[in-house]
């Protein structure tokens, strides 16, 4: 992978580039989508990092299309406070973790929350 490009709120952006990585702000879930189109269309290897709000709003067939790009391997960070609906902490986390390993998980005391 030639570099690690960052998609989260302008707000953050700036922490992010402090620290090398190549980081872009998205105001809207439209804005972060154009960008990530242009990538997928590039013939660049690259590995991106999604901020989770922006990645909870994102069209499902636009999602299937991320997926499916052999050139753009994508995972979620934690980007701050949600941009929709309040979510818990523990069930963001546990919405990463899904989809990372594909598995859902619940915390001990807790109920399994429905999906999205």
């Known amino acids: ?21 190549e980081a ?5 879930v439209e804005s972060a989508q154009t960008l990530i189109n242009t990538w997928m269309q590039s013939d660049e290897v690259n590995l991106l990092a999604i901020d989770d709000g922006l990645f909870e709003k994102m069209d499902p067939g636009f999602l299937n299309r991320l997926e499916a790009a052999q050139n753009l391997p994508f995972l979620t960070i934690p980007g701050g406070q949600p941009l929709g609906a309040e979510a818990s902490h ?8 899904r989809r990372a390993i594909g598995f859902h998980i619940t915390f001990k005391g807790e109920e399994a929350q ?3």
């Open 90 to 97: 523990k069930f963001r986390i546990a919405q990463m973790i």
């Open 1 to 21: 992978m030639s570099r690690l490009l960052v998609i989260t709120r302008p707000a953050l952006v700036k922490g992010f580039l402090l620290s090398g990585v």
């Open 24 to 28: 872009y702000g998205a105001e809207d």
């Open 114 to 116: 429905a999906e999205r």
